[in-house]
Nanobody, 116 residues
Framework: QVRLVESGGDLVQTGGSLRLSCAVS????????TGWYRQVPGKQREMVAI???????DYADSVRGRFNISRDNAKNTVYLQMNSLNPEDTAVYYC??????????WGQGTQVTVSS
């Protein structure tokens, strides 16, 4: 069974930093695409950053240059380093695992709140 557990969300001031973690069990992150998404009430969930099975990364324009996605294959954990946070980054952040011809899995989410 595949399980994703996010952690690291917190309340932070504008300009601050946070690092989110997504611990994956049941599926090697080196053989799947893992992404971070975020959602605010009343809006669609949006992609923030993705790291492919091959290590290629992609970012939403709104976070490029401020956020960095990385992974530790030995710990089977994907990270999202978030710098220069602003109130528009406030959301619930979700981790997602995709693998061709296999089900997609989501974590339960972690709340990030950036105060002005």
């Amino acid at each position: 069974q595949v399980r994703l557990v996010e952690s690291g969300g917190d309340l932070v001031q504008t300009g601050g930093s946070l690092r989110l973690s997504c611990a994956v069990s049941g599926r090697p992150i080196g053989r799947s695409d893992t992404g971070w998404y975020r959602q605010v009430p009343g809006k669609q969930r949006e992609m923030v950053a993705i790291i492919s099975s091959g290590g290629t990364t992609d970012y939403a324009d709104s976070v490029r240059g401020r956020f960095n996605i990385s992974r530790d294959n030995a710990k089977n954990t994907v990270y999202l380093q978030m710098n220069s946070l602003n109130p528009e980054d406030t959301a619930v952040y979700y981790c997602n695992s995709r693998r061709p011809l296999n089900p997609t899995y989501w974590g339960q989410g972690t709340q990030v709140t950036v105060s002005s």
